[in-house]
């Protein structure tokens, strides 16, 4: 089992911010003050309801949502009750993944891609597919957010750099991940609908063979205040 829910942000910016922070974990109340932007600020508190809600829709209440970290960082449930999640959020669009395995989902949107950040984040083979792409904005969004979708499935994030992971983008199947030249044993969902973005969901191929890729649950205000309880 896994889902994807989400919200676009103009919907999340209906409301004051600070009377939507009530019932979030501590942390992430602090997190947003600490924020200076304010679309930042409403993108962590959609992350933070999101996650909220998506509990919610699998039976675990809001009491029962405590949280701590993983080795390397990454949020849990204290009592995993069988249920993992993980958020991303970049431009106008907030997500987050829920399922009964381990996950990882990136999100990202368009922007300049320098060179100094293609040789920073990509292997010299993923460089040379760039090279050939019509499109090289949006095909280095295909890299980083496969790789990244990896990394947080794996719970190091980017405490790893991107150029020790490589990826095998390709046409009509599904991305593949190499580390130090070996396979690794995921695979990748990529979701190409958003305008000028890329989101990627990582899973174990072992649970993966048993799932199939959904679509993303757009979430209104109202729905998504009325889903947690």
């Known amino acids: 089992m896994w889902k994807i829910y989400g919200i676009k942000l103009p919907e999340l910016m209906r409301e004051p911010?600070?009377?939507?922070?009530?019932?979030?974990p501590q942390e992430r109340q602090e997190r947003i003050e600490r924020i200076r932007h304010e679309k930042d600020r409403y993108r962590c508190l959609g992350a933070g309801l999101l996650i909220a809600y998506g509990l919610c829709q699998e039976g675990i209440g809001r009491e029962k949502q405590v949280?701590?970290?993983?080795?390397?960082?990454?949020?849990?449930l204290e009592e995993a009750q069988?249920?993992?999640?993980?958020?991303?959020?970049?431009?106008?669009?907030?997500?987050?993944?829920?399922?009964?395995?381990?996950?990882?989902?990136?999100?990202?949107?368009?922007?300049?891609?320098?060179?100094?950040?293609?040789?920073?984040?990509?292997?010299?083979?993923?460089?040379?597919w760039l090279k050939a792409?019509?499109?090289?904005?949006?095909?280095?969004?295909?890299?980083?957010?496969?790789?990244?979708?990896?990394?947080k499935w794996t719970g190091e994030g980017l405490r790893i750099?991107?150029?020790?992971?490589?990826?095998?983008?390709?046409?009509?199947?599904?991305?593949?991940?190499?580390?130090?030249?070996?396979?690794?044993?995921?695979?990748?969902?990529?979701?190409?609908?958003?305008?000028?973005?890329?989101?990627?969901v990582c899973m174990g191929a072992d649970v993966a063979e048993r799932a199939d890729a959904g679509e993303i649950c757009w979430l209104s205000w109202d729905e998504l205040k009325a889903g947690i309880v």
């Open 17 to 24: 911010l600070q009377g939507q922070m009530d019932g979030l």
């Open 67 to 76: 949280f701590c970290r993983g080795e390397n960082g990454k949020p849990a």
């Open 82 to 128: 069988g249920i993992s999640f993980n958020a991303s959020h970049a431009g106008d669009y907030v997500v987050v993944a829920v399922a009964d395995c381990e996950i990882g989902i990136d999100l990202e949107c368009r922007r300049r891609v320098h060179a100094s950040s293609v040789r920073k984040c990509c292997t010299r083979k993923e460089q040379e």
């Open 133 to 151: 792409q019509a499109d090289r904005e949006l095909a280095f969004l295909r890299l980083w957010t496969m790789k990244e979708s990896y990394l």
């Open 161 to 200: 750099p991107l150029a020790d992971v490589e990826t095998c983008p390709s046409e009509g199947e599904a991305g593949r991940i190499f580390r130090g030249g070996v396979p690794q044993p995921v695979t990748l969902w990529e979701y190409r609908e958003l305008p000028d973005s890329h989101l990627c």
